[in-house]
């Protein structure tokens, strides 16, 4: 069974370039992830969710959101389930799967994001919504 953040003959090249960013963002691959990125992305993180805001630039996203993020939590990481192509916006469907503290159960925490690539096949962002009670819950 093939993984969903593995080409398959369909795929766009938006498409694929989400793909690769997921792949570049569980395996920390700064390079790829710079790549993948424009030089100014901009990452809306849904109001009510740990760090909710809108982040703007490389230093904000990584410097910024995902440390602060981190920090509310033992492990996190994003499993998208289901792509939706829609041209120049891509839509994953998944789970965070997220573990509060060193031990604990992992909680899964849905989410929806929404990703933009400019004309040159470079992502923009994403625009998040995620069950944030589920975030919460004990």
Same mark, same amino acid.
């Given at each position: 069974?093939?993984?969903? *953040?593995?080409?398959?003959?369909? @795929?766009?090249?938006? =498409?694929?370039?989400?793909?690769?960013?997921?792949?570049?963002?569980?395996?920390?691959?700064?390079?790829?992830?710079?790549?993948? =990125? %424009? $030089?100014?992305?901009?990452?809306? %993180?849904?109001?009510? &969710?740990?760090? +909710? !805001?809108?982040?703007? +630039?490389? !230093?904000?996203?990584?410097? +910024? &959101?995902?440390?602060?993020?981190?920090?509310? %939590?033992?492990? &996190?990481? !994003? &499993?998208?389930?289901?792509?939706? $192509?829609?041209?120049?916006?891509? #839509?994953? *469907? +998944?789970?965070?799967? %997220?573990?509060?503290?060193?031990?604990?159960?992992?909680?899964?925490?849905?989410?929806?994001?929404?990703?933009?690539? @400019? @004309?040159?096949?470079?992502?923009?962002? #994403?625009?998040?919504?995620? @069950?944030?009670?589920?975030?919460?819950?004990?």
């Amino acid at each position: 069974m093939s993984d969903v *953040l593995d080409e398959s003959v369909g @795929d766009t090249k938006n =498409l694929r370039q989400v793909k690769a960013l997921y792949r570049a963002l569980k395996s920390k691959d700064l390079q790829s992830i710079r790549e993948i =990125l %424009v $030089d100014e992305p901009v990452w809306d %993180v849904a109001p009510g &969710f740990p760090e +909710g !805001a809108v982040y703007r +630039g490389m !230093a904000e996203v990584f410097g +910024g &959101f995902y440390p602060k993020l981190l920090a509310h %939590v033992h492990a &996190f990481g !994003a &499993f998208p389930e289901r792509f939706v $192509d829609g041209g120049d916006t891509v #839509v994953a *469907l +998944g789970d965070y799967r %997220v573990t509060k503290t060193e031990g604990s159960p992992p909680v899964q925490v849905r989410f929806s994001h929404v990703w933009d690539v @400019d @004309d040159h096949g470079r992502v923009k962002g #994403v625009w998040q919504v995620a @069950d944030s009670a589920q975030f919460f819950a004990s």
